[in-house]
């Protein structure tokens, strides 16, 4: 699976739209790029995945880019709930073996 | 919520002493996984299962055991637990189609103390 690189940490104040940067540059054709994040303690939480067009749930939106290389997932209104670490992981779309977590962005929302 | 529990959801034990950690689901999701999460290390998968009695090693499969003899239960042992797997466990089953299994859902977690 290709690696990723993200921010160790971002900033947002609440009530703003949150974008969340991932670097995925050695992304293969077949690989798609998935989020999580995860509130303290708690398990990881699914929040969109994509493999080359912009997707959009009721939590989030993903913006990957033409080449595939990067993708920004967006908050639009961060709520200081939006506060936790962010997983930018890429990963083909069968098989069972599950996902490989990095250390993600952690997301701190201000009031 | 796609019915994952986890039990126990807290345990300390003994050095020494075996220790099964169980997660089950409702809904007979095919793919289930063990990830154990640490300070400084992140999640890291422990064993995974394709199907009943199918079972495969991951990152940090030393030192712990699997089994899946049904579809909804997918037990996590430690044989002789040691101060190193002190932990918080969390169990995942992937709710994706079969073209994407990456899409997984989380149980509560289990958290281990061994003294």
């Known amino acids: 699976d290709a690696k990723t690189t993200q921010p160790p940490s971002m900033d947002c104040a609440e009530g703003r739209a949150a974008n969340l940067p991932c670097n995925h540059s050695?992304?293969?054709?077949?690989?798609?790029v998935y989020w999580y994040r995860q509130i303290h303690s708690q398990g990881p939480q699914y929040i969109i995945h994509?493999?080359?067009n912009n997707e959009t749930n009721e939590m989030a939106s993903l913006i990957i880019t033409e080449d595939r290389k990067s993708s920004t997932l967006i908050l639009p209104h961060a709520t200081l709930r939006d506060t936790a670490v962010y997983y930018c992981?890429?990963?083909?779309?069968?098989?069972?073996?599950?996902?490989?977590f990095g250390k993600g962005t952690h997301l701190i929302i201000q009031p | 919520d796609a019915g994952i529990t986890q039990s126990p959801r807290h345990k300390v034990t003994e050095t020494g002493t075996p220790v099964t950690l169980r997660c089950h689901q409702t809904?007979?999701?095919?793919?289930m996984y063990w990830y154990r999460q640490d300070p400084g290390h992140g999640l890291r998968l422990i064993h995974y299962s394709y199907g009943v009695k199918d079972t495969d090693k991951g990152e940090v499969s030393d030192g712990y055991s699997v089994s899946r003899s049904k579809t909804e239960d997918f037990l996590l042992t430690l044989e002789s637990a040691t101060s190193s797997q002190t932990s918080v466990y969390f169990c995942?089953?992937?709710?994706?189609?079969?073209?994407?299994?990456?899409?997984?859902?989380f149980g509560e977690g289990s958290r281990l103390t061994v003294l």
């Open positions: 995942a089953i992937s709710v994706g189609t079969s073209l994407n299994t990456g899409e997984l859902f």
């Open positions: 809904e007979n999701h095919r793919y």
């Open positions: 050695t992304i293969s054709g077949n690989e798609y």
């Open positions: 994509g493999l080359k």
């Open positions: 992981i890429v990963r083909g779309g069968g098989g069972a073996d599950g996902l490989t």
